[in-house]
């Protein structure tokens, strides 16, 4: 009998322990959510930039260079604006 009264408080302070770790856990990921809100804002300008070289490319035209800086120490782009110099084949 003692030995499961033990091992009901272990249990216990085990899933206080895990409650803890997941409400941790869960502050942390909103404000990762909440400081990479800039980050999406970038990935979305990606992704139309990637769909317009895409049918560049289809319709015959081939890129030469893509430059995009991205400042990782301040979680911002490090430029605003994205260039491409893009050459139609012969």
Do not use: W
Request: charged content about 35%; glycine content about 4%; hydrophobic content about 30%.
């Amino acid at each position: 009998m003692a030995h499961e009264m033990m091992y009901r408080i272990r249990n216990c302070e085990q899933d206080k322990s895990d409650l803890k770790h997941a409400r941790m856990i869960a502050k942390l990921e909103d404000k990762l959510d909440a400081s990479h809100g800039i980050n999406k804002e970038l990935l979305e300008r990606i992704d139309i930039l990637h769909g317009t070289i895409r049918q560049l490319s289809e319709s015959g035209a081939h890129m030469h260079e893509s430059r995009l800086d991205y400042d990782q120490h301040a979680n911002k782009p490090a430029q605003k604006s994205c260039k491409v110099r893009i050459s139609e084949s012969a």
